[in-house]
């Protein structure tokens, strides 16, 4: 089945500096690549997400590429804040099978 | 006017014992699920209902229950609980099965069961 692999499982950066996250998905039908983030003791929120016909999406301090024939998406997050401090999940999707597939998540620190 | 609320948020109980879990979403949506994280916050799906039908029912034991009234409301019923079932569970909600546009989460249900 589908499977989501995702990397580092801990990034800690300093204020300012750039964070990157990338996850690997396994079914070539996957075609909708959301990220969600968790702070503490919160609800998952999407922050962004992008399709398989576009190479790559921004959002202010966020953009997510995405490599279809590698099977590679990531999440780069410029200038980090600490309020970036958060869990954050990738996770893919298929027409066919009806739900997300999340990834392990990523447990990122943003050092004042 | 919180668009996927579950209730309750905190739920401690004892081995054995039998628990629901209740979400409701006013955002009009046709498809609804549950996911469950666990301690080292891994989401996982459990089920999922869309417009009252189960689409999706993962390997999950058969002591939990989905029940969907209504396109709005999903809940989960979870019998003889097992010290495992510990974990915080999610209700959400998207607007529909084939095309996905993200989902909306509920604020989660802390289950502990001692």
């Known amino acids: 089945g589908e499977n989501v692999e995702q990397h580092p499982s801990t990034l800690s950066v300093q204020e300012g500096d750039s964070a990157v996250i990338k996850c690997t998905y396994s079914d070539s039908a996957s075609n909708y690549f959301p990220w969600y983030k968790q702070e503490l003791g919160k609800r998952p929120q999407l922050i962004i997400d992008i399709r398989s016909n576009v190479g790559e999406k921004k959002d202010q301090r966020i953009a997510v590429t995405l490599n279809k024939t590698a099977k590679h998406f990531s999440l780069h997050i410029t200038e980090t804040q600490p309020e970036d401090s958060a869990v954050y999940f990738c996770?893919?999707?298929?027409?066919?099978?009806?739900?997300?597939?999340f990834g392990s998540g990523t447990r990122l620190l943003v050092r004042p | 006017d919180t668009a996927v609320s579950q209730t309750p948020k905190y739920l401690v109980t004892q081995m054995g014992n039998d628990k629901s879990i209740k979400c409701e979403q006013n955002l009009g949506h046709d498809t609804m699920y549950w996911y469950k994280q666990d301690s080292k916050k891994f989401l996982k799906i459990m089920f999922s209902y869309n417009n009252k039908e189960l689409i999706i029912n993962e390997t999950v034991p058969n002591r939990f229950s989905p029940k969907s009234p209504d396109k709005a409301h999903l809940n989960l019923h979870i019998n003889s609980l097992e010290l495992g079932d510990s974990a915080v569970y999610f209700c959400?909600?998207?607007?529909?099965?084939?095309?996905?546009?993200?989902?909306?989460f509920g604020s989660g249900t802390r289950l502990t069961v001692v």
């Open positions: 959400a909600s998207s607007p529909g099965t084939f095309y996905n546009y993200g989902y909306t």
């Open positions: 996770a893919s999707w298929m027409d066919s099978s009806y739900k997300l597939i």
